[in-house]
């Protein structure tokens, strides 16, 4: 009976360690193949990829709120690496993307394994890939390969950048703009001037004379920063848009244009 039970219990070891390898191996593979390029793109020098910098070309959708909200060469964009990670890499001269990127494996495991066992049960194979895509500025693709293992951190990451201060506004909502109140984003919507974009091409000259057509109340507003707002808006750039609008409180250049919305709403 005893010989039954440890033989079961062995058994059942067995099946979990087989099941155990076999889901990493599976997953290996989902990952490669989801990978964006083709295989010789990926064994190229990566020491020659050059980091995103806040200058890097305008780009679309999680890109643009990447090269904004995201510091370059935070190494805490890469699943699996928190402070305490990012912290052992920088004593070991990995501070950035590309340093991290033109690494190896082996070269990570014996940096990890001089940490004792906290570090060495951690497992840094995928660390490159995502390094790679980060040191490319390929947000989106760098975004769907951690959501392999279900979530992206860097997504959340971007998530509660945009969220911060401006997460109650929905897309193309005027009243971002610091002087604008509902009754003027009426007042501009009705003009044809119902999307940031739009905002940001029109010129406050353009914007002062719709201002002063609908009466006194109106005149009081200060409408030349607002283009410039709508752009960082429409471009997703949520850090430099804060900053801006800070700096409008600082000065009182603002509210002069908040104190007539608000008087007229």
Do not use: C, H
């Not at 993307?97 to 001089?114: C, F, G, H, N, Y």
């Amino acid at each position: 009976m005893i010989m039954f039970i440890l033989q079961s219990a062995f058994l059942l070891l067995l099946s979990f360690v087989i099941g155990y390898l076999l889901g990493r191996f599976i997953k290996r593979i989902l990952r490669n193949w989801a990978a964006p390029g083709n295989r010789e793109d990926q064994v190229m020098n990566v020491a020659t990829v050059k980091p995103a910098t806040i200058t890097s070309p305008v780009r679309e959708g999680n890109d643009t709120a990447f090269s904004a909200g995201i510091k370059v060469d935070n190494l805490q964009i890469i699943e699996g690496i928190g402070p305490a990670m990012e912290s052992v890499l920088k004593e070991n001269g990995i501070v950035t993307w590309s340093q991290l990127a033109a690494k190896t494996v082996p070269e990570l495991r014996s940096i990890l394994d001089k940490y004792g066992k906290r570090y060495q049960i951690i497992d840094p194979t995928t660390w490159l890939e995502q390094t790679r895509l980060a040191a490319a500025g390929k947000v989106d693709d760098l975004i769907r390969l951690q959501k392999m293992d279900g979530v992206s951190k860097l997504e959340n990451m971007l998530n509660r950048d945009r969220k911060s201060g401006f997460g109650k506004y929905s897309q193309d909502d005027l009243k971002i703009v610091e002087g604008i109140g509902p009754k003027i984003e009426v007042l501009l919507k009705n003009s044809g001037i119902n999307t940031w974009k739009i905002l940001s091409e029109t010129e406050p000259s353009t914007i002062r004379s719709i201002l002063q057509a609908a009466g006194r109340s109106y005149r009081l507003a200060v409408p030349e920063s607002w283009p410039l707002q709508a752009r960082f808006a429409n471009d997703g750039e949520w850090s430099r848009l804060r900053q801006f609008q800070d700096k409008l409180r600082d000065y009182d250049l603002a509210p002069v244009g908040r104190a007539s919305t608000e008087a007229i709403d």
